[in-house]
């Protein structure tokens, strides 16, 4: 199994440009978490699907940033306009979901993360 | 406010120091509780959970954690850290009374001094 693959691994633009992250989950997934990583805020939970459905999206900071799931080997997290204070690492990660009393699942699996740098 | 509290930001040790790292946490209900390790530059990885039963988990590496139900704590610990052990350390919640969130606390950074 190739993990939690994302893209792009870095990516540098300008205040203001349009920034879209990828994420492909594993294979048979079905729940998918966004996070941010700063060094002033730690890790913060932006959204999370279960089943391609947005579950919990009060962590996204504000109307600058969405994010979709289309189907369920795929997501985005789209920033537009991009600003300086949204440089930060952005994880992705993945679970099997079936409830709390499956105790092999639950386990989130994150993928190396997107570093954005906005200038 | 419902939280994950680490107590430490920052330890420094000297190689074969025992480590103990705090963890708290405030929600009620079925939990959920894990540690994640992220080495320098790399992403995260999981390094204990706790589901149910025994509440002394052991993990990878020679870590283990404590779930003490009574504290809302979840310390984790080693008897003898190595160099490579120097990295970030996040405690992690999944409270099904949050709707299933995994919630991080703040961190700890180790730094083992060889």
């Known amino acids: 199994d190739a993990g939690v693959i994302q893209s792009p691994r870095h990516e540098v633009t300008e205040m203001g440009q349009e920034v879209t992250l990828r994420c492909k989950p594993i294979s048979g997934h079905n729940s998918l978490f966004w996070y941010r990583q700063t060094m002033m805020r730690g890790l913060e939970l932006l959204i999370y699907f ?66 954005l740098t906005v200038l | 406010a419902q939280s994950v509290s680490q107590h430490n930001h920052h330890v420094i040790l000297s190689e074969a120091a025992s480590l103990e790292l705090g963890c708290n946490y405030s929600y009620g209900g079925t ?13 995260l990885q999981l390094l204990l959970k706790y589901f149910s039963g025994d509440p002394l988990v052991k993990g990878i590496k020679g870590f283990e954690a404590e779930f003490i139900k009574s504290k809302f704590s979840f310390n984790l610990r080693k ?23 995994l919630i991080f606390g703040q961190g700890t950074e180790l730094s083992v001094k060889p």
């Open chain 1, 50 to 115: 279960n089943n391609n459905v947005p579950i919990d999206d009060s962590g996204m900071p504000e109307d600058r940033f969405s994010a979709k799931m289309p189907n369920a080997s795929f997501s985005t997290l789209k920033i537009q306009p991009s600003e300086p204070r949204d440089s930060a690492v952005y994880f992705c990660a993945s679970s099997i979901d079936r409830g709390q009393d499956y105790s092999g699942a639950n386990v989130l699996t994150f993928g190396a993360g997107s570093r």
């Open chain 2, 31 to 43: 939990v959920n509780l894990f540690w994640y390790v992220q080495y320098p530059g790399q992403h």
């Open chain 2, 79 to 101: 008897p003898s850290v190595q160099w490579s052990d120097t990295a970030e350390y996040f405690c992690a919640v999944r409270s099904y009374n949050q709707g299933g969130k």
